[in-house]
């Protein structure tokens, strides 16, 4: 099974973590609203407790993860497909 789509995601979470760390986004905007591990640690604790560097490795995790579901569920379509 091949994983264009976790691929694609993880270039799109490097990407976004890029992005805030070059310093293109002062205000974190784009990191908070893509980000889904943001969302979560915003509701149970503050985010300056938390080191960014953490917050953009769980970032990058998060769009592998997505990614591979995806991945996952393209496969199984096919295979159904493929089946019947």
Partial sequence: M???ITGICTLIGLALCL???T???PHNLFLMMFSV???FVEVFTD???VSVWFM???TVLSY???GYLGDLGVARTRSRR???
């Fill in 64 to 66: 592998v993860l997505i």
């Fill in 19 to 21: 992005f805030n760390a």
């Fill in 47 to 49: 985010l300056h407790r």
């Fill in 23 to 25: 310093g293109y986004d």
């Fill in 82 to 84: 493929r089946s019947s």
């Fill in 2 to 4: 091949r994983y264009p």
């Fill in 56 to 58: 953009y490795a769980l």
């Fill in 37 to 39: 591990p943001m969302w």
